[in-house]
């Protein structure tokens, strides 16, 4: 596979040089990936309004199977749109615990044909 060369998310200047950090590793660069497509609320990037999930927005739903399958939709839609030539989404799960939403993302990584598991946890 070819050496990656991409922005690091979050965001950061590298401090040796003043430059932006780069990605080299390609499975940390599609969790980054995944992890901007699942925190993004919708509206909010310039030229882009309909990127993300809105999922963070979920923190503040009433805690229901219908909130946490509307979450899980909602995951699954952003992903598959945004994602599609990077990953395979294999499943999503959404847990409402308390003031908790865990999120489970099983997806293949195309290029490599392997599968991952990713686990994020919003809170307010």
Do not use: C
């Not at 950090?21 to 497509?37: G, N, S, T, W």
């Not at 946490?68 to 799960?93: C, F, H, K, M, N």
């Amino acid at each position: 596979m070819a050496i990656l060369n991409a922005i690091r998310f979050p965001l950061r200047i590298d401090a040796s040089g003043g430059r932006l950090h780069e990605e080299r590793d390609y499975d940390a660069y599609m969790v980054q990936l995944i992890k901007q497509v699942i925190l993004t609320n919708l509206g909010e990037r310039i030229n882009r309004p309909d990127f993300g999930s809105n999922t963070r927005r979920m923190v503040f739903a009433p805690n229901n199977p219908a909130a946490t399958t509307y979450s899980r939709t909602l995951v699954y839609q952003a992903l598959t749109t945004w994602l599609d030539g990077y990953i395979g989404v294999e499943d999503v799960r959404v847990d409402a615990v308390d003031e908790t939403l865990a999120i489970t993302v099983e997806y293949s990584v195309i290029a490599k044909g392997e599968r991952r598991f990713l686990n994020l946890e919003l809170t307010p």
